[in-house]
Every structure is written in structure tokens, then in C-alpha cells.
């Protein structure tokens, strides 16, 4: 089923290693030596980074307004990242999975109560593959 629950963060489920070069935009945030979060190289002094990464929004500091529909059901998205495996472990290199964007419906079905306005809800439930 779809992933929304908070505890389940920082996952990347039944995906495998990628090629090593096959994504050169894809970065690794460390902190006194352990991954901090993942981000993503868009210029060449900037890396956009996943939320949890983010400081206290203040004057200085805003999210970027996006206008963007991800709303088609079934449209296939290419997951990424370091995050713990099933087994519980964090990967070595980073791991890759393909997944689907499900329906809010059926989102809101599998994980009633929790789902906002502000998720997109993607998996796949027949290979069991996720990002949390």
C-alpha cells in the first residue's frame, strides 16, 4: 500500500544499488560524518534538499511555491536515495525503485486521517516497493 505514516520515513523498500553514474544530480548531506539527508544538485553552487533537512522557516528562509500537477494516477515515478532498507540497514551505495502515484482516494483508504493536502502518495503494492 501506499506509505504515509511518519515513523516510516527515511526508507527506500525493495528497490536495488543504481548504476554508479546513472544519477550525477543526486547528493549525500553529512553531518560529523553520518548521512544527515538526501538532496538533489540543481546548479553547481546549490543542492535542493528533502524536508526533513530543512531549517525553521523564518523571514529569511520560505519554500518555493511550485506549480505543478502530480495528481495522474498510476504515473510512474523513479524513487531514489539512501534511506534504510527491509532489513532495516542504510545502504552503502544509493538505491533506485520505479513506482506508481496512487489516487488520493485510495490513499486516504489505506491510511485514513492522515493524508493532507500537501502528500503525494506513490508505491507499489504488488513488488512491495516505497519511499517513506
Not at 77 to 98: F, R, S, V
Request: charged letters at 15%; a negative charge; proline letters at 7%.
Amino acid at each position: 500500500p501506499p506509505s504515509a505514516q511518519a515513523e516510516e520515513q527515511n526508507k527506500v523498500l525493495h528497490g536495488g544499488p543504481c548504476e554508479q553514474t546513472s544519477h550525477p544530480y543526486q547528493a549525500a548531506l553529512y553531518t560529523s560524518g553520518h548521512l544527515l539527508c538526501g538532496g538533489v544538485l540543481i546548479h553547481p553552487l546549490w543542492v535542493l534538499t528533502a524536508a526533513h533537512c530543512k531549517k525553521p522557516f523564518s523571514e529569511h528562509i520560505q519554500p518555493l511555491a511550485l506549480e505543478r500537477d502530480c495528481s495522474a494516477n498510476h504515473t510512474s515515478c523513479h524513487i531514489l536515495g539512501w534511506g534504510k532498507m527491509a532489513d532495516g540497514e542504510y545502504p552503502n551505495t544509493i538505491q533506485c525503485a520505479y513506482i506508481h502515484l496512487v489516487s488520493r482516494e485510495e490513499c486516504d483508504h489505506a491510511y485514513p486521517g492522515q493524508i493532507t493536502q500537501n502528500m503525494v502518495c506513490a508505491g507499489d503494492e504488488k513488488h512491495g516497493k516505497d519511499s517513506c
